[in-house]
C-alpha cells in the first residue's frame, strides 16, 4: 500500500500527572504531539504506511521525539535536522469542571526556523498516495507557510489526494500575514477538508448564507470557492465536564450531509488528539472502506477511544476501533 | 469457627498503571490472584478462618506469592512447593468504551503439573467446615482434574459443604477431555454452585425447556440432575462501560428464586475479581447470617465494594459491607 | 489591603495514593491541612493578604508545615514554635460507594498544648481587617480554647470582621467542658458563622421552633441569642457517591434566606477541604463584591474547583472561580 | 523447633524517598520497625520459628503493622489491641557525609500505655526456646518496664534462653526512674546480652577498671555482676560516611574476646536495623550451629547484608548470609 | 553501509526497582533484552545499521518488544510472529556484597517453538555484511539450533563476516543435545569469537596445553581446530562487589594477545548486557577502525558505559565511549 | 539584620529521574535554579534574610518558580513579571564515567527580554547589606548587561557589599559585545569575586605573570586592575568521576593565599549549585563569622553538602555545615 504523509510542527508534551496543577506538580509526564504526526501516527498504527515530515533540534531531545513514532512504526527518514530547540507546550490535566490548561512555548522553534529548500517534495512523495496539513503549519512562520504550500501544490502535482484540518488558532499568526492572505492558495489543493464554522470564517471570510445560517451553506460556499473540494468535514463536541463529552461526526460530501450517531465520552483519560483521530480515522476509512458514511463512523469510534488514551495520539487497533464502530460500547473485559 | 479451604491456581497478575495500554506502560503493578484464592482471602479478611491449597515454584516468585496471601491472614500452611513455573497474567486497565485487556500466561505452570498424591484431603480437611473450588482448575490439566475431583470427594464424605463456581473458560480445557466429561462427577459432590445459563449449557448440556426460556428451569434441571444440589446462583452484570456496571444476585434455592435489588457501580477501580467477592460474600453469609436471603444480598455488596479496590480480592471489612448491605451507598467521609 | 487572620491547628495530612486502601499503601503522600488554615491559604491564592497563626514543633516536619503556607503566600510570621509533636491524620481515599477514612493522631500536639501567652494578638492583628476561626479549636484544649476566646475578643474590640465554622466534632472535646459551655461566649464575638442545625443543636441547644422545624428557624434564634450576629451560613451537600456530590449555599441574612442554585460535583479528586473552600469563597465575596448573594455563589463555586484538586486548600485563581460562578462547568480546554 | 519469642514496640516508620530531605518530599515511604520485631522477624525469614508480643491501636494502621510482619511468616497471634496511637519514627536518609535523621514521634503510644496484666506470659511462651528484648523497653513507660520484667523473669524460670539488647537511649526514659533502677533486675534474667562500654557505664555504672580501660574487663564485671550471664556482645561500627560503614563483631564468652575479621559495607542502602539484624544472626547462630564464634560470624554477614536492603529487617535467606560469611563478598550476579 | 544482522530469543525483563528484594517489590519496571539484540540494538545507537531475527507471540508483549527496538532504529523487519508465549526473565538489582539475583522464565517460548522453515536467510541477509549469534540460540531448542545452524552457514557461503558468543549456559540445554555435539559445527563459520577458558573446555573440551595453562594455548588450539576462525575475544570482569567491577579486554588474533588496560567501573546502575555492550563496540571498532587493538579498546569503554544506564543496551553515541576509550573517565558536567 | 539581594535569571530545570539518560525517561523532574538565586535561596534557608530579583512571565510557570523560592524564605517581593517564557535546562544524571548532561533552552526568555527601567534599584536596595551577581547576567542580553551594572554601580554608591561569580559561559555573551568589553565596569564595583585562572584570562586578559604561572599572580594583578576589589575566590575540584569529586576553596586576601583542607565528595546525589553553594557559604561565613579563612572553610563544607541534595540549591541548615566544618564528614545517623 502506499503512504500517508503528513507536514508539520512536533512539540514535546509536558503535562502534569494525576490532574495536578502546575503548582502542585513536582514532575512532569514527557509525551510528544502535534496535529500532523498526531494523524500519521495513529494511520501507521492501524497498519497504514506513514510518514512523517518536520524539523527538530541536533540534541537528544530532537532524537528521543523521532524515537518516539519510530517506536509505533511511523517513518521518520524525512526529518531534517536543525535549528535552536524543540517547541513545548504544558498541560495540566482538569477534571469535572476544572478545564485543563495549555500553556505553548513554541516560538523559535527548529520548525519555525525550518528553510523551504530544506524538504525535497517530489522525494518525499515518491511512492505515497496521500498528503495531510493543517492551519496550524502556515500559521507558525513565513517558511513554515511556504514549505506547506510547496508542499501542497506537489503533492497535489503528483496526483495524491490532498486533505487539511482548517483550524483556526488565534495565538499563532504572528509572522506578519493574515490567514485569509494564505490559507485559500493552501486550500486549493485540497480534495477534504475539516472546517467548522468559525474557521471557515476566519480563514476564508465565508459565512452561512442562508436562513438557518446552517454549516450546509458554508460547505456549498467552500465547494464553490474551491473547485477541487469534494469533501468538507466537521466534529460537533459536546462538552458536558473535563471528564465527559459528546461527539457527533460529519461531513459535506458535495450532495447531502452525512451524519455519525452522538456517541458518548465519560470518564476522559485525555482528551487532548481527539480530533487528530477523528482524521486518521476518516482517512482509514476512506482509504481502506471507501465509503465516506463509513469512514465518519470509523473516525468517531477512533476519536472516543484516543480519549481513553494517555497521549496525543491514538493507540488503537483497527479492531479496537470496530468494535466501537459496531456500537459495543460496554468496554467488556476481554479474557 | 472452622475453616474454609478453597484449591486451585493462583497467577500472579501484571498490571499496567494509570489505564495505560500495554504499548506504551513502563512498569507493571504486581498482585496474585485466582478465583479460588481471591474467595478464601475475601473471607479470611472478613475473619472467617480460611485456607488455601495450590502449587507454587521453589523459587522467590513463588515465595512472594505465599507471602501476599499470609498478609491477609490467608493460611498457606498446606502449599506445595515444586515445578517451573509461576503462571502469569498481564492486565491493561480499560476505561469508558475501552474494555480492559488480559493475556494469559499459564501454560506448564507449577499448579498444572502438580501430582494428585501430592495433597492430603484428610488431613488438609481436618478442622474444615466447606470446600469450594471452581471450574478453572480441572480445565488446567488432567492432574489437576483428578486432584480436584479427590478433593470434593473427600470434602463430601467427610461431611463439609461443597461450592463450585461452575465458570467455563474457553481458552483452557486444552488437556484432552471435554468439560461434559469431567464436570458433572465433580458437581455431583457440590451443594452449592454458581452456574449461567451458558455455563449450564458448556459444561452439562443443560438448556432451558421453558417457553420464556428461564434461568429457573435451568436450575430445576440441575438440581433433578444432581441431587446432593440445594442452591444455584448467578449474577447478572449490566455492562455500562468499563468504568460503569450494575449487579443483581440471584439464588434459586429449589422453591423459589431469589434476588437482590441492583446496586449501581459507577467509577470502577478494578472491576477483576467481582464475582469471587460475590462467592465470598454469599458464604459468609450462608455461615453466619444462616439465610440465603441476606447471603446474596452480603454477596452483592461485597461485590461492588471490590469493584472500588485494586487487586484481585477483596479488602473489606464486614462492617463495611454491611452498611452497603443497608443501602447506603452514599461513600459519606468518615472522620 | 488589609489582611485575614486565621488561627488553629494545622496537621499533617498524609493519605494514600491513587485509591488504596490503609492495607495495601506502601506510601503517603504528604499534605498539610486545617480548618482555619485551609481558609487563608485559599485566600492568599486569590490574592487577599492573610495570615495564619498556630503552634509547631521545632522540627523539620514543623518547618516543612510552614514552608507549604509560605509557598501559596499566606504569611507564616506569627507562627510559634514549641511543643512534643505535630499532629497528623491519614487518609484513605475512597471511590463509589466505598466512603474516604480518616484517622486521626492529633492528641498532645504541640498546638493542643500552646500557652494562651504566646500569642500577642494586639500585634497580630495589627494592620487586619477579619479574624476568622472554627469551633475546632476550643475543642482541642482548654488552653487552646483560652487563647482562641482572646483573639476573637481582641478581633472584636480592635474592630475586625469575625467569623466562625461552627463544626461540631464528636471525636473532640475530651479536655473536659462540653461545647455549650465554651461555645456561647466566643459566638458573641462573631458577625457571622457558618453552623448546620445539627451544630446549632449541639452547640447551643438551639432546635426550630417552628412547625417545618427549619433552619430559617433556627437562623432566628441564633441571631436573636448573640446580636452582634448578622449573617449564618451553611451548605447542602448531596451525597450520591464518595465520587459524585451536588453542593448548595445558604446564608441567613436576618432578612431571608439567600440560597444558590444547586452545583453538580461529578469525577470528584479531594472531597477534603470543600467547606473551607466555601468559607474562604464567601469572605472573598464579603471583602470584594460586598454582595452576601454573590459572596455565596462564589463561595459554592469555589468549593466545587476545590474537589477538583488534590489537597485541602483550593489552587484556584479567581478568574478561575468566576467561570464557574457564572455558569461555565464545561470544563473546556482552554489554549 | 521451639521459636524465638521477642517483645517490645514497632512503631511506623515513615521515610523519604531517593534521599530527599524532609523538606522537600512530597511523599513518604511505609515500613515498619522495632529493635525486638526487627529480630523476630529476621528470625522467621531465617525459618526459625517467631513470634512476636506487643500492643497495637485497634484501628487499619495497627491492622497493617500486624499484616507486614505476617507477610514474612512471624506469628502475631499475641498481640493485643488497644490504646490509642501506633508510634511513628520518621527517616531522612541521608548520604556521603549527610546524616541520616530520625524524628521519633513514640510518645503516648499503644505499646507506652498497656497494662501488664495484658499479657499471659506462661502461655506466650508455651513452646518456646528463647525470649529477647531491649533496653528500649523500659524505657518506654513504667508499666512497659514492669512487663518486661514479668516476661523476663518468667522466661528465665520455664528455663528460656533469654537475651537483651542493653541499648542506652538517652531521648527515653521519660516515665520517672533512671535505667541503673530498673535494668540491672531485668538483667539479671539473661544470659546474653549485647551492651557496649558506653553502655554498662549509662545502664549499670561499670567502667573498665584495668590500665587499658579494656572492653573486656567491662565484660568480666558484668558476668561477676550477673551470675547468670554467660556471654557479652558487641559491635564496633566504622563510619567512614553515610553511605560507607565496616563492621566488626565481638564475644566474650566468659574466657576468651572471640571476634570477626572486619568487613566492608560500602553503597548502603538503609543502615537502619543494621544492630539487630547482628543480633538475629547471633541467635540464628546459636541456636543452629552451636558454636558462639561462628555465631557472630553469621551475625556479622546478616547485618551486612541488612545494610544493601530497605526497611528495618533483614531479607536475606540463611544461604544468602552463609556466602557473605564464607568471605565471598564479590555481589556476583546469579543466573 | 551494509548492515549487521543478529539471531537470538529476546526477552522481557521485568526488574525491581531501587534495588528493592523479589519479597517486598510491589512493581516491575519493563525491559527487553537479548545477548543478540543487545549487540545489534547498540550497533544501531552507534549508527551502523543492524536488523534482528527473532520470533515472538502474536498479542500485544511481542508488539511491545518490537516497538522497543523499532524505537531506538533497529529493524525488525524480518521478525516472525508466532507461538505461545514471550520469554521472561526477572531481576532483583543487588548492591554491594548482595548480588543481583536472575529467574528465568523462558521455556516453551515463541522463539523456542521455530521453526527453521520460518526464516529465509538469503534475503535477510541481503545487504548485510556481518553475522552475529551467541551460544544462547542453540541452547534453547532442537529447532533454534538448527536455524543458527542454517543462518551461520548462508551467512558464511554469502561471504559476511560471522561471529559469535560463545558463552556456556548450565540451566539451557536441556533439549537433548550436548553442546559438544552442536557447537563446532557452528563455529566452523565463524571469522570471530568471544570465549572464555571456561567455555573452550564446556563446548570443546579444549584445555590449556602449556604449563601456565594459559589462555593463549586456548586460543591457538581454538584457531587450530577452526580454520576460517582467526580472532578470539574475551573480558576478564574484576568483581569488587555488585556495584564496583574492573574490565580487561582480550583478543588472540592468531599472533598475539592483544589487551586493553583495565577500566575501573564503580557505582554500577545495571550490570546486565555488559558483555554484549562489549561484543556491540568490537564489532563497531573492526566496522569503523579496522584495527582490532582500537576495536577491544572501544569495546572495554562501550561496556563500562552501559555499566551506568539501566537496560540491557547501551545508550551510548560513539562520541561518548571515544571519550572513555580516550582516558577521559572523569564524568565532567558537560553544559 | 540587612538583607542579601541577587539579581539573575531563574531557569526550571527538567531533570531525569534516577540517572535515565534522556532517550529512555517517561519523565522529567521539576526543580527551578539559576546561579544567583541559588546562593540567595541558600543564605534564606541558612537564616540571613533575602530577596532575589529576577523576571519571570505572568503565567503558571512563573507563578510556580516564585513559589518554590518563597516556600524556602527567599523574598520575591521585587520580581517583575513580563516576557514570553521561563527558561528551561534540562538535566541528565550521569554515573561513574558517564557525565551528567545538560542541554539549555534559554533563548528569548523573560529575563532576557527585560527592560532596565523595570527595576528601581535604589528601592530594591533599601535595607540591604550585600548585592551579588554572576557573570552570567551580563552574558545573557544587552539590557540585562544594563540592569545588573546599574544594580552593582547602585550597591557600590549606597554601601552595600558587592560581591560577582566570574564564570565564563561560552554558549552565552551571543549578543553582540564580548566580555571583555563590558566586564571590567561591572567588576569595579566589586569587593570580592570568584574568579579562575580561565576566567581571568577569559574576561579581563590577564594571565599569570610568574614563574610558576600561579593564581597568586592572577589575583594580585586582578586587585591592582580593580583597586575596590579586596578578596579574590576560587575553588579547586578534583573530578573523579560523576559520582565522587573532591573540593578546595582559596581566597586570596590581598596578602596571603588562603586554603581549605580538601573535602571529599563520594557518593554525590546532584552536583549542580556546587559552586553556588560554596559563594553562599563564604558570603555566611564573611557577615556571621567575619573571619574570611572560616568563611572559606564553612563555603567548602556547605558546598559538600549541596551534593548530597536533589535539586540546585543547598537545603543545610547552619548546623549541619558546622558539623562538616568542624570536620565530622562520619555521616553518623542521628536519633
Not at 473547485?227 to 466534529?235: F, Q
Not at 481513553?308 to 479474557?335: A, H, Q, W, Y
Given at each position: 500500500?502506499?503512504?500517508?504523509?503528513?507536514?508539520?510542527?512536533?512539540?514535546?508534551?509536558?503535562?502534569?500527572?494525576?490532574?495536578?496543577?502546575?503548582?502542585?506538580?513536582?514532575?512532569?509526564?514527557?509525551?510528544?504531539?502535534?496535529?500532523?504526526?498526531?494523524?500519521?501516527?495513529?494511520?501507521?498504527?492501524?497498519?497504514?504506511?506513514?510518514?512523517?515530515?518536520?524539523?527538530?533540534?541536533?540534541?537528544?531531545?530532537?532524537?528521543?521525539?523521532?524515537?518516539?513514532?519510530?517506536?509505533?512504526?511511523?517513518?521518520?527518514?524525512?526529518?531534517?535536522?536543525?535549528?535552536?530547540?524543540?517547541?513545548?507546550?504544558?498541560?495540566?490535566?482538569?477534571?469535572?469542571?476544572?478545564?485543563?490548561?495549555?500553556?505553548?512555548?513554541?516560538?523559535?522553534?527548529?520548525?519555525?526556523?525550518?528553510?523551504?529548500?530544506?524538504?525535497?517534495?517530489?522525494?518525499?512523495?515518491?511512492?505515497?498516495?496521500?498528503?495531510?496539513?493543517?492551519?496550524?503549519?502556515?500559521?507558525?512562520?513565513?517558511?513554515?507557510?511556504?514549505?506547506?504550500?510547496?508542499?501542497?501544490?506537489?503533492?497535489?502535482?503528483?496526483?495524491?489526494?490532498?486533505?487539511?484540518?482548517?483550524?483556526?488558532?488565534?495565538?499563532?499568526?504572528?509572522?506578519?500575514?493574515?490567514?485569509?492572505?494564505?490559507?485559500p492558495e493552501l486550500i486549493e489543493n485540497c480534495d477534504m477538508i475539516i472546517c467548522s464554522k468559525g474557521d471557515a470564517e476566519d480563514m476564508f471570510g465565508i459565512v452561512p448564507n442562508d436562513e438557518k445560517r446552517s454549516f450546509k451553506s458554508v460547505c456549498q460556499q467552500l465547494?464553490?470557492?474551491?473547485?477541487?473540494?469534494?469533501?468538507?468535514?466537521?466534529?460537533?463536541?459536546?462538552?458536558?465536564?473535563?471528564?465527559?463529552?459528546?461527539?457527533?461526526?460529519?461531513?459535506?460530501?458535495?450532495?447531502?450531509?452525512?451524519?455519525?450517531?452522538?456517541?458518548?465520552?465519560?470518564?476522559?483519560v485525555d482528551r487532548i488528539g481527539g480530533g487528530d483521530a477523528f482524521m486518521a480515522g476518516f482517512i482509514y476509512g476512506e482509504i481502506i472502506y471507501q465509503n465516506t458514511q463509513k469512514a465518519i463512523e470509523f473516525g468517531v469510534a477512533a476519536s472516543a477511544l484516543k480519549h481513553?488514551?494517555?497521549?496525543?495520539?491514538?493507540?488503537?487497533?483497527?479492531?479496537?476501533?470496530?468494535?466501537?464502530?459496531?456500537?459495543?460500547?460496554?468496554?467488556?473485559?476481554?479474557?
Open positions: 500500500m502506499k503512504k500517508v504523509v503528513t507536514f508539520g510542527e512536533i512539540m514535546m508534551r509536558l503535562s502534569t500527572p494525576n490532574h495536578a496543577r502546575f503548582q502542585q506538580s513536582t514532575s512532569f509526564d514527557i509525551n510528544f504531539g502535534g496535529g500532523e504526526a498526531n494523524v500519521s501516527s495513529s494511520l501507521a498504527i492501524m497498519g497504514i504506511p506513514a510518514s512523517h515530515v518536520t524539523r527538530f533540534p541536533d540534541n537528544d531531545l530532537g532524537t528521543a521525539a523521532i524515537n518516539t513514532y519510530r517506536k509505533y512504526g511511523l517513518s521518520m527518514q524525512d526529518v531534517v535536522r536543525g535549528g535552536e530547540r524543540l517547541g513545548i507546550y504544558y498541560v495540566e490535566q482538569g477534571a469535572a469542571m476544572r478545564p485543563s490548561k495549555v500553556i505553548y512555548d513554541r516560538a523559535n522553534s527548529s520548525f519555525a526556523s525550518l528553510k523551504p529548500s530544506e524538504f525535497n517534495w517530489e522525494q518525499i512523495f515518491e511512492d505515497a498516495q496521500w498528503f495531510h496539513f493543517t492551519g496550524i503549519t502556515p500559521a507558525i512562520s513565513a517558511s513554515a507557510a511556504q514549505a506547506c504550500l510547496e508542499a501542497a501544490q506537489t503533492a497535489s502535482r503528483l496526483g495524491l489526494k490532498v486533505s487539511a484540518d482548517v483550524g483556526y488558532r488565534s495565538n499563532l499568526w504572528k509572522w506578519g500575514k493574515k490567514p485569509s492572505e494564505i490559507m465547494t464553490d470557492c474551491f473547485p477541487k473540494l469534494k469533501k468538507v468535514l466537521s466534529t460537533k463536541r459536546g462538552q458536558i465536564s473535563a471528564s465527559h463529552n459528546t461527539l457527533v461526526g460529519k461531513c459535506w460530501n458535495g450532495f447531502e450531509m452525512l451524519e455519525t450517531k452522538q456517541i458518548n465520552i465519560p470518564d476522559i481513553t488514551i494517555e497521549g496525543d495520539f491514538n493507540l488503537s487497533s483497527v479492531k479496537e476501533i470496530e468494535v466501537v464502530m459496531n456500537g459495543d460500547v460496554s468496554g467488556k473485559l476481554r479474557r
